[in-house]
C-alpha cells in the first residue's frame, strides 16, 4: 500500500508531483532506502544511488474482484497512464519503452540488477517502464509505470527521476 491510498486521480496532480520530483536534489550514493509515512507506514518513496521513485495514484484493493470488474481496474490504471504519457510526450517529445523482464528474470535467478530496478521490484513495480530523458531543462531521466504485487493488491501509477539513462539490459 502506499500514501496515495484513497485519492483520486488527477493528471494536474501527477504532473505537479513529477515536477517536485524533478525539483528535488537525488541521492548521489548510498544505499537504496523506502520512505514511509510515519503514522500509516504506508510507503511514499525510495530514494537511491541517483535516483527518487514515487507513487503517483493507487487503486483500490482488488480483494473479490475477478472478470469485467478486473478489467476495468486495470483499464482504469492504464487509462491514468495513458494520459499522463500524452501529457509528458507532449512536454519532453516522444517516449521509449523500457521492458522490465530481463532485470526482473534476472533478479529472480539471484542475479544483480541495477539498484533502481530492484526498488521497483521491491514496491511490486513490475510493469515496463514509459522514459523521457534527458528531460528538457535537467539532465534528468523521468518514467511512469503501472504496478502490483498480486492479485488482491491495489494497482499503482508510479514516477521515478533518475541522474542516468534508464534502460534494461538487452539480454538475460
Known sequence: M???AGETFTTDRALLDIDALLARPLPVAGPTAAESDPETGEWTGTGGDG????????????????AAEWNDAEDAAEAHRAALVDILDRRWGPHRAVPLHVPLFRRQEGSPVDPLFDALFD???????????????ADLWVGVSVGHSDGDAPLVLAALVAARPVAAPDAW
Open 2 to 4: 502506499t500514501g496515495r
Open 51 to 66: 535516483f527518487r521513485v514515487v507513487p503517483l495514484w493507487e487503486g483500490d484493493a482488488l480483494t473479490g474482484v475477478y
Open 123 to 137: 514496491q511490486d513495480l513490475y510493469g515496463d517502464l514509459t522514459v523521457w530523458g534527458p528531460v528538457e531543462g
